[in-house]
């Protein structure tokens, strides 16, 4: 399957990590983007207000980075 320019350009975009002004969960949000729908919660988080946890090149990179972050915190449901 063959991606578009814009498909790749997306998962390549800079991506941070921010942490839900209500509920404290984590989640990722691409660098540009103004507010986000809390997936935990649903509180729509303005993101310039939100705790930044960490900052990525891509949203692959930031993926991983939240996976050890919740694995640190007791979130990994893997086991």
């Not at 103004?34 to 705790?51: D, E, F, S």
């Amino acid at each position: 399957m063959r991606k578009n320019l814009s498909e790749v350009n997306l998962k390549m975009a800079p991506t941070i990590i921010v942490k839900c002004t209500k509920c404290g969960g984590y989640m990722l949000s691409a660098k540009k983007q103004k507010t986000k729908i809390c997936p935990y919660c649903g509180t729509n988080v303005t993101l310039q207000r939100a705790q930044h946890i960490a900052t990525a090149d891509s949203a692959p990179e930031a993926s991983e980075i939240l996976r050890k972050l919740k694995s640190e915190r007791g979130f990994d449901r893997k086991s």
